[in-house]
């Protein structure tokens, strides 16, 4: 069974690329204009637990901090991955991130294949097995650096890398 994403954006365009782009790299999607109906649903009996959580910062009615905190206190969703997808990328930002639990932030404009490094990075982290518990026990902030040779992209910014800016 392929990992289940849900993803939290109130840009129908950027719903919907995220949608095509996340199917197509074998993720199963749902996605939502805001996060009080993404919690709404979580509350249903047709929900699903979300292996992983994309979440804008810039929402209507909660702001994606705010949804993070919102998933955070619930049990059953604890062991979901939270990423965060914002046009913001100071400093502040990517800490306000970690600080509710998000597990990487991710700055728009982003390329296709950094976003999805980013997840399965995220995704991987749940699994199981000497790496993986090594990755689990430390709340470390993850992005597309983790998974690739060259040099980090532009407009990710993982946490590790704060104090050097």
């Not at 109130?10 to 996605?31: F, N, P, Q």
Request: proline share 6%; hydrophobic share 45%.
């Amino acid at each position: 069974m392929s990992a289940f994403v849900m993803v939290i954006d109130d840009s129908l365009v950027m719903r919907r690329i995220l949608e095509t782009c996340l199917h197509r790299a074998g993720y199963e999607v749902k996605s939502f204009p805001d996060g009080v109906e993404a919690l709404c649903w979580l509350n249903t009996t047709e929900a699903r637990i979300p292996d992983l959580v994309v979440v804008d910062v810039g929402l209507p009615k909660l702001d994606g901090y705010q949804v993070i905190q919102q998933i955070k206190v619930r049990p059953a969703l604890a062991r979901t991955r939270l990423v965060i997808l914002s046009r913001r990328d100071g400093v502040l930002d990517r800490l306000k991130g970690r600080l509710v639990g998000a597990h990487a932030y991710l700055t728009k404009p982003f390329k296709i294949d950094q976003l999805v490094a980013v997840i399965r990075t995220a995704l991987e982290e749940t699994v199981p097995g000497p790496e993986g518990a090594m990755r689990q026990g430390g709340q470390e902030m993850v992005s597309s650096e983790d998974t690739a040779h060259a040099h980090p992209p532009a407009g990710v910014f993982p946490l590790a890398n704060m104090r050097d800016k």
